[in-house]
């Protein structure tokens, strides 16, 4: 789509496993709007994937080099094998909740919940190997360390003092990448510089402390607009009553969480600019805007987001390139001038 306005924002990029496919379509859409300029990208667990897919395409084919680089990433993300699953799964495109739900009822699944949440990942010892690593460790780490193009930044948890950790820069490696998605029940903890002490020590996925940081993107030389893709439900209407529902809106809530306080203090800020509390200019004047699917969201659950199906994956990338085309119809004479998520409904 030709434009001739050009529009800067910065992207915030939630973890969610599998469901970041989500993502990969939103993205997909917005590299096809060539109005849409990328200044920053902070991103956890899959986020992390995808906006360090998205930064080294960038720099080697511009926004088709990055389309294709994200695709190549989901498309090895879906050939990861899961010995026992039902064939029929990626046979055909069933609806995202008959898939989730046969999913979560099939014999392999509840085998390897159960003895995820019965074993530590310690116990495999030399068997041990992060699915991930052949992936990540091909994302052309020269181009997503590089100075040029969008600013880069990847979130990921401390485990010995449970802080928030931003990787940027050279600073982002193969390692800080699989500690960014390190779910502790599923991976050992990585083990990498802290950027911080200097120090090498554990991580755990970002989610728990920055799903992602936004604090990163409030840098003066970057736009005041952040655009947040959600992929945790913010709101699930029905109450988990199952064991699997109830441990996925635990998930869910404690992911979105450090989200919502950095949110809350975004609405506080806003509140003394606009009372004049506090002087124009003392603190950067944040324009936040979401793209989100929360009815698809609410359909599926953990185990479309431990498992990627192939059909799946391709409907999330489908659900988010929708919802990112009517994000741009609705809202892009709203980038750069005022904010389009209304937090104070989000808070009241």
Same mark, same amino acid.
């Given at each position: 789509?030709?434009?001739?306005?050009?529009?800067?924002?910065?992207?915030? #990029?939630?973890?969610? /496993?599998?469901?970041?496919?989500? +993502?990969?379509?939103?993205?997909?859409?917005?590299?096809?709007?060539?109005?849409?300029?990328?200044?920053?990208?902070?991103?956890?667990?899959?986020?992390?994937?995808?906006?360090?897919?998205?930064?080294?395409?960038?720099?080697?084919?511009?926004?088709?080099?990055?389309?294709?680089?994200?695709?190549?990433?989901?498309?090895?993300?879906?050939?990861?094998?899961?010995? /026992?699953?039902?064939?029929?799964?990626? &046979?055909?495109?069933?609806?995202?909740?008959?898939? $989730?739900?046969?999913?979560?009822?099939?014999?392999?699944?509840?085998?390897?919940?159960?003895?995820? @949440?019965? #074993? $530590?990942?310690?116990?495999?010892?030399?068997?041990?190997?992060?699915?991930?690593?052949?992936?990540?460790?091909?994302?052309?780490?020269?181009?997503?360390?590089?100075?040029? =193009?969008?600013?880069?930044?990847?979130?990921?948890?401390?485990?010995?003092?449970? *802080?928030?950790?931003?990787?940027?820069?050279?600073?982002? +490696? +193969?390692?800080?990448?699989?500690?960014?998605?390190?779910?502790?029940? %599923?991976?050992? &903890?990585?083990?990498?510089?802290?950027?911080? +002490?200097?120090?090498?020590?554990?991580?755990?996925?970002? =989610?728990?402390? /920055?799903?992602?940081?936004?604090?990163?993107?409030?840098?003066?030389?970057?736009?005041?607009?952040?655009?947040?893709?959600?992929?945790?439900?913010?709101?699930?209407?029905?109450?988990?009553?199952?064991a699997s529902e109830i441990q996925n809106r635990i998930n869910e809530i404690?992911?979105?969480?450090?989200?919502?306080?950095?949110?809350?203090?975004?609405?506080?800020?806003? @509140?003394?600019?606009?009372? /004049?509390?506090?002087?124009?200019?003392?603190?950067?004047?944040?324009?936040?805007?979401?793209?989100?699917?929360?009815?698809?969201?609410?359909? %599926? $659950?953990?185990?479309?987001?431990?498992?990627?199906?192939?059909?799946?994956?391709?409907? !999330? *990338?489908?659900?988010?390139?929708?919802?990112?085309?009517?994000?741009?119809?609705?809202?892009?004479?709203?980038?750069? !001038? @005022?904010?389009? &998520?209304? %937090?104070?409904?989000?808070?009241s």
């Amino acid at each position: 789509m030709a434009r001739v306005e050009k529009k800067r924002i910065n992207l915030a #990029l939630q973890g969610g /496993g599998a469901h970041g496919a989500f +993502t990969w379509g939103v993205l997909d859409r917005l590299l096809e709007d060539d109005g849409i300029e990328i200044a920053a990208i902070s991103g956890t667990s899959a986020g992390a994937l995808n906006g360090a897919a998205l930064k080294a395409g960038l720099m080697t084919g511009g926004a088709e080099g990055a389309r294709d680089n994200l695709e190549w990433l989901w498309g090895q993300i879906g050939a990861i094998e899961h010995p /026992g699953l039902p064939e029929w799964l990626n &046979a055909w495109m069933p609806e995202p909740a008959f898939v $989730s739900q046969g999913l979560s009822l099939s014999l392999p699944y509840l085998f390897g919940e159960s003895l995820a @949440r019965s #074993l $530590s990942p310690y116990v495999w010892g030399p068997l041990y190997r992060n699915p991930l690593d052949p992936i990540v460790s091909h994302l052309r780490f020269d181009q997503v360390c590089s100075v040029a =193009g969008p600013e880069l930044h990847i979130c990921a948890t401390n485990v010995r003092d449970g *802080k928030v950790r931003v990787f940027t820069g050279d600073r982002i +490696t +193969t390692a800080s990448i699989m500690a960014s998605a390190c779910l502790p029940t %599923l991976f050992q &903890a990585v083990e990498v510089e802290d950027p911080e +002490t200097g120090l090498v020590e554990a991580f755990w996925d970002g =989610g728990y402390t /920055g799903n992602p940081a936004l604090f990163p993107l409030y840098a003066p030389q970057l736009p005041d607009d952040i655009v947040v893709i959600n992929i945790n439900p913010l709101v699930r209407d029905a109450l988990p009553v199952t064991a699997s529902e109830i441990q996925n809106r635990i998930n869910e809530i404690s992911f979105n969480s450090s989200l919502l306080r950095e949110l809350r203090a975004i609405d506080f800020v806003q @509140r003394l600019l606009a009372q /004049g509390t506090m002087p124009q200019g003392a603190m950067k004047q944040v324009l936040v805007h979401m793209i989100a699917d929360d009815d698809l969201m609410n359909d %599926l $659950s953990v185990a479309t987001k431990t498992i990627p199906v192939a059909s799946v994956l391709a409907q !999330l *990338k489908a659900a988010g390139r929708r919802a990112a085309g009517t994000f741009l119809r609705d809202h892009w004479g709203d980038i750069n !001038l @005022r904010q389009t &998520a209304d %937090l104070r409904k989000m808070f009241s």
